[in-house]
């Protein structure tokens, strides 16, 4: 880096948001009385003052252009005072206290291909991760997975067709960055990592790959007289911990590196506590451009669910309602030995009880 | 259509792909296809206007993904000066193949809490980012960051100083203090029930060096809601969440209720409140709706059906959770409440607040092994332990049930 | 009173005492107050009464533990002729002191299913225990068995085979078969969905071998209840529990559902019946009782509530959980689901049972650990590998909820 | 054992029970419509061919002297057709298909000193273990802590005062023979075990004692040039599986083994799921002959119950109601940081959620 420097670093931290409020948000602050949801995609937010603000929210593709941006940015100063926010979920909104730029702002968001909606009962847009685009231990793609899901289920973020909020995750790797979901798509391996044993002899510390291993299953070896180590195929649960730590070692595969639907996951502590997600399928094709058969998946879980599920009733807590055994029916979705938990605290979940549906 | 107007077909195509910058992707394409906004076009278009060869090296190595559906990043140490992290270095491993991919680093950016932005601020940082990088952002990252993803490693010093210059400073990566998430609370939302945006700020302000210096035994991530309602996901996604809730009783205009009543029918106010209420507090008494504040667990959910009619109470503050994590080796983690009950109004609070997280991750630091988070630690070392090591009192409130087994050792 | 007097007391007292068998016990004296029947007026009745110096020395060992709290039991092997168990050894470990403490072995007895009895035979057995024993019996123990408490070495051969001839058999001990327990069931129980007693009769029966002989891991418990009330404890108190339930609707008498309605009023049908089923499968509808049998768990409460009005459906038969126990080293488990729903109706159903239990105690004995419960070997090897081994079908009714994490190992 | 035998043992497992039946039981045997519960202590129940059956229970003091097996003959014998049942619980039943003889035979009970009871929404007698009379392990007695209870909830056991059933247990030991229940009370060790190393270099196989300890805090060591183990102290967690694995073992202690109160336990599938005991409190003095400090917690919490509960109602259901907080609040019971979970499944137990009450 041979660069004159003429800045010397100013560590900051977070950006400043003042600077960044709208105004009538900076007026109003802390100072909300209610909010209303006027139609699909629009807020309305009340103030103590009786101020009145509107908020259009549009989904993205979340891997922007500066082009896409600067457009959003034109909007925003236009119909918005100069001002733009983005959801945890992608979503960009604009505020404005005019009640009639709303119908402005929908024009021309939609105009630019950008849906208007996710506000209220309605699928939201996709918690997102990196994929082959740009991580380095993917077994498939993030960006790819959620423009094929929300293709299908376009009108579901436009419209109020759902009991409640459904949130939605992709993950492209077990360790699941995009995080609990009503609806989670997540990579699953089938089988056990392997090792490259010459680029182990070269790089790695050993001791860090095996250390990082959760059952022990990796253990120091020699393969053609050089340290390196080893797979116990047997105690191996096809985590991949070790793939991320160790560059000399892989779990990714074209065949078998499959996907998983889990459900029922919710962070917010309405009405039931967060919980975590179960999972319902598994063993799904990765299978790009378009991955069929997860969208099929989701189009059965969101059908049961929109036929079933009560206002404020989130997909989790239908399940709750009307037992696992009716989910798998209503869905044709099959339950297998091995969605039973193997794992730490899998005792906790067995049913330890004669409460049983038929 | 006979085979003649085939290949005239093809020969056509091939020719307007002859204008075009980028080499065929034929995987991708269809991914333009269907009403949802399509990455790839926005991608293709940027890459055709810039004719940055970062854009086609990578628009290259994605379909060889789509292809092979293997991915070829691979990560590496790329730094700006002074700071151990903060950008994600990519290179590809085939380079032989696909040359143009050679280095596709990202800066993770810190925007303002709850993701607020003036056009002016945007603008600035696109046109930085076209100049030095490739002219993708991701917004955002799911901790929050700024993502701008795609430049050489040559450029990093330079485009760093220059969005640095414009207010902005990089985020966590590695074993460090991440970037925090925030609700748009108090800047919008009825609900919140202290100032998110600014705890946010003055938290990460204050563990700035731990940031872009990583030095704990793994990440550590806060994450901060307004309420109960959790828009920022903290209880399964944040090592620290701070949830905003009440400790008196829920506001109630009675005109309001009323009115809501009248609008949607007492069938409703059964169906959809009282027997929604997790803990039955809602009783209706002679046609009125009557909350046992005492049994209220502030789960927000009446208030969230009737938001003109309810709010929540007077005296507000935080309740501090602690250990949540996603997945990756012991499963599935939620933050355990620590404390039920935080007052943050004036700015001692806040010191009060940072003290007590600066005690909570020493702890971790100090008993935690390498690469484990503190929920982990917890865990594994007991959550009295952790109790008495940070100087919490113990609460009920911490536990969904006491014990059912004799085996701990009593201290008398 | 003076001080004369008192001396008096004290003098009239020590007389008393010397017309009496027992020593003084003065702190197990205070269990005689009180309205409670008092185990220590009935020891010392019998005591008095048949002057059996081990009664004594019984006395002065509990009256010496109460003084220093601590116990003076030793166990060992005392065993009949052919058995490996069944007889629990006692002796006094401080037999300077109390001499008359030196033996006091029990026999475990298994009593009829349901802990029936002719007085008849019980008077056959109080003689004969009376006869070589002490003439103390508990009634019953917490595994079901009739205890005879108090023998010596030299008579338990003889004594062991006039009840024997009587008709009466030993029961478990040590890691082997144990002596099960069942319900009152269809003996006088109108929830009854098959019969305890003779389920209880032929399983046992058929590990009369297992019971006598200990050969297994440990120990292992079967418990049987006609329906989910499960009034034998089972869940947590046996290896495998047999809990009676129906697989059709409850079957409903609508007259005396009107009755009850009529008797017990509206308000108590909704707050006592409906708003306590679990999974809110009842609701009214014009006035009447609507149950939602797809939706009903089979938990019992409504049945509970009305008795004349509802009763189980008519295709009954039992579920079979597995792996219960209580708290020692791991914590207390909970048995598990592992065969929704068997019929249990003829013979055969109950062969098919036996070799069901047969298969599944043939697989803990292999894949368990010594001292290992089932519970824990399912717990430490996997539930899917027990369904496997045994060769049940999983079920999603076995988990209160399919798995969080996606540690396992694939198939295909 | 040099006795004459005359007799070829029969293993013959159960008692056969076809003769231990009432005649009025045998024949509606499966029959059975339902039952009323007339008043405290007695059960009717009616058949399908209309017969009618009554059942008189009352508590016994389950170590029972032949004298009083014989006397509860003597009254089956005149009222109740020659036979006689006991429950899972201790209780002694009589069946009579004659209503007059209810009352008399309720005569003939309380006039031999047993209570009439136990049946309906009350507290029933009390599941019962070994204790000093006869156990090896024992560190209280179960018998007398039984009777001290009993005494004070001797109205309790003959009158419908609770909501609904109240099952107790108490166990001499940590092992708890007497089970979960909505109250049980359970000896607490406080100190680690003390190994007597004489014994051990006798009598021990050293393997044994130390792999019965679940967290491996007993390791082998040679005291005075003699094979013996020691138990690490920072380890231990006084859980007493090597007392009754070892003879060298001992862990009971006049002071320091202590009494603790568990609630909530609940084995009924009644609406709510099988449920195990939670801790409220501990470090209550083993105090013979009558433990008033056990009864004073045991008084609290059913007085509380009483007052708050519903019908039908555990008392573990209602804490899940009315929330721990509150329990601890009415009960004047302190919650302690050692009743936060610790063990193998702690993590399950804590509150992953913002709800709280205030
Ligand atoms: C804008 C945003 C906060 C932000 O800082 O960005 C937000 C804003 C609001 N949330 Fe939220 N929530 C936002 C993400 C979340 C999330 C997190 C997420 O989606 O990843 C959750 C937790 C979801 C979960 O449980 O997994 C969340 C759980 C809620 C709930 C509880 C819903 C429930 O019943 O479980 C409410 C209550 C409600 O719907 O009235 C709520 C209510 C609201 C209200 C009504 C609050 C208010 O009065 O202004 C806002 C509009 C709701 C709407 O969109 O329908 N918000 N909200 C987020 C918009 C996300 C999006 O673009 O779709
Ligand atoms: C970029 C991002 C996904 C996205 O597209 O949004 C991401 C990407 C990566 N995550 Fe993540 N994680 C991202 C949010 C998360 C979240 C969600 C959150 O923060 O709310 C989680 C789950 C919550 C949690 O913290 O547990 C998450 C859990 C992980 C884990 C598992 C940690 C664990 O203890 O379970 C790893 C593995 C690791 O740390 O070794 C990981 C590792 C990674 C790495 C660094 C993989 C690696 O070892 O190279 C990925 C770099 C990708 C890249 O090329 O940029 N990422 N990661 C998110 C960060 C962007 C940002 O800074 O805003
Ligand atoms: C006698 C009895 C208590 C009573 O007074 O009723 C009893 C007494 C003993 N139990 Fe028990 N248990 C008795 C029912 C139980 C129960 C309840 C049940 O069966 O429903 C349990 C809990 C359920 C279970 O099986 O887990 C029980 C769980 C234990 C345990 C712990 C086993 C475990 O895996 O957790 C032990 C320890 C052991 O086996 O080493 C044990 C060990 C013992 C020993 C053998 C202690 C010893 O190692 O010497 C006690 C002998 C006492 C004696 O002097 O007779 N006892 N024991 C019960 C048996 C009488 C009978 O045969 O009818
Ligand atoms: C006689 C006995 C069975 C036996 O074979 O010995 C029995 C008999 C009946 N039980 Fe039970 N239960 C008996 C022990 C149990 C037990 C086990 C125990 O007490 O150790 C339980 C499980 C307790 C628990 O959950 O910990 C038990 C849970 C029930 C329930 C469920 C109560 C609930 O709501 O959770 C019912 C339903 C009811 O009360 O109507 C029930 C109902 C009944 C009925 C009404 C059944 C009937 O229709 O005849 C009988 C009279 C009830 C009463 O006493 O109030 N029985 N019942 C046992 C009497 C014990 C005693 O002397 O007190
Ligand atoms: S989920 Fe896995 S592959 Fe996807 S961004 Fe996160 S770490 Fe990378
Ligand atoms: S995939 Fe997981 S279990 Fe298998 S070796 Fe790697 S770290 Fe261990
Ligand atoms: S968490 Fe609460 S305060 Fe924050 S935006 Fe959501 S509803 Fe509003
Ligand atoms: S906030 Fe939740 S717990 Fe409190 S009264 Fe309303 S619905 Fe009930
Ligand atoms: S378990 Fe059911 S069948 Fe058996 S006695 Fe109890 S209520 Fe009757
Ligand atoms: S038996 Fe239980 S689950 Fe079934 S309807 Fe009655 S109360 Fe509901
Ligand atoms: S609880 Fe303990 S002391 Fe009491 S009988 Fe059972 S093993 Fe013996
Ligand atoms: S008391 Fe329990 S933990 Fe302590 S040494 Fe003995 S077996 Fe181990």
Known sequence: MNVKRTWKTVESGPRDYQEALHPVVKKNYGKWKYHELPKPGILKHVAESGDTLFTVRAGTPRQDSVDLIRRLCDIADKYADGYLRFTVRNNVEFMTPDEENVELMVKELEAIGLPVGGVGPCVSSVAHTQGWLHCDIPATDGSGVVKSIMDSLYDDFKNWQMPSKVRLSTSCCAINCGGQADIAIVVKHTRPPRVNHEIIANTCELPKAVACCPVAAIRPTVVNNKQSVMVDHKKCMYCGACFGACPAIEINHPEHSKIGVWVGGKNSNARSKPSLGSLVAHNLPNNPPRWPEVNEVIRKILTAFKKEGRPWERLGEWIDRVGWKHFFEETDLIFEKDMIDSYRHARTTFNQSAHVRF | MDEIDMDNEDEKKSSDQDKKFLNPTPMLDELEEGPWPSFITGIKELAERTKKPMLRGVMDQLEYSYQTRMGYWKGGLVMVRGYGSGVISRRTMIK??????????????????????????????????????????????????????????????????????????????????????????????????????????????????????????????????????????????????????????????????????????????????????????????????????????????????????????????????????????????????????????????????????????????????????????????????????????????????PRSNPYYKSKY
């Open chain 2, 96 to 401: 032989d193949k696909i040359p143009e991919a050679a280095e596709f680093h990202t800066f993770r950016v810190q925007p303002a809490p709850a993701l607020h932005y003036s056009t002016k601020m945007l603008r600035d940082l696109c046109d930085t980012w076209e100049k030095y990088g490739s002219g993708l952002i991701t917004l955002h990252g799911q901790t929050g960051d700024i993502m701008l993803q795609g430049i050489e490693e040559s450029k990093i010093q330079e485009c760093f100083d220059a969005i640095n210059q414009a207010g902005w400073d990089l985020g966590g990566a590695g074993p460090a203090m991440r970037t925090g998430v925030s609700c748009v609370g108090p800047a919008r939302c009825e609900n919140a029930c202290y100032d998110t945006l600014k705890l946010h700020y003055r938290v990460l302000k204050y563990f700035t060096e731990d940031v872009h210096r990583p030095q704990y035994l793994y990440k550590f991530k806060f994450k901060f809601s307004g309420c109960p309602n959790d828009c920022s996901n903290s209880i399964f996604r944040s090592d620290l969440a701070v949830i905003g809730l009440w400790r008196d009783s829920i506001q109630m205009d009675s005109t309001e209720v009323l009115d809501w009543i009248e609008k949607n029918g007492t069938d409703s106010l059964v169906n959809n409140v009282i027997n929604r209420c997790p803990t039955r507090a809602i009783s209706l008494e002679h046609g009125e709706m009557v909350i046992d504040n005492k049994n209220c667990v502030r789960c927000m959910h009446c208030l969230n059906v009737m938001p003109r009619a309810l709010s929540p109470g007077r005296e507000r503050g935080v309740t501090v959770l602690v250990g949540g994590k996603n997945i990756l080796k012991v499963g599935a983690m939620g933050c355990t409440m620590v404390v039920p009950f935080f007052k943050m109004d004036a700015d001692e609070d806040v010191d009060k607040f940072i003290e007590l997280c600066e005690s909570i991750i020493d702890w971790w630091n100090d008993n935690g092994f390498e690469k484990e988070r503190i929920g982990e630690t917890i865990e594994r070392v007991g959550l009295k332990q952790f109790l008495t090591g940070v100087g919490l009192e113990a609460s009920v409130d911490m536990v969904a049930k």
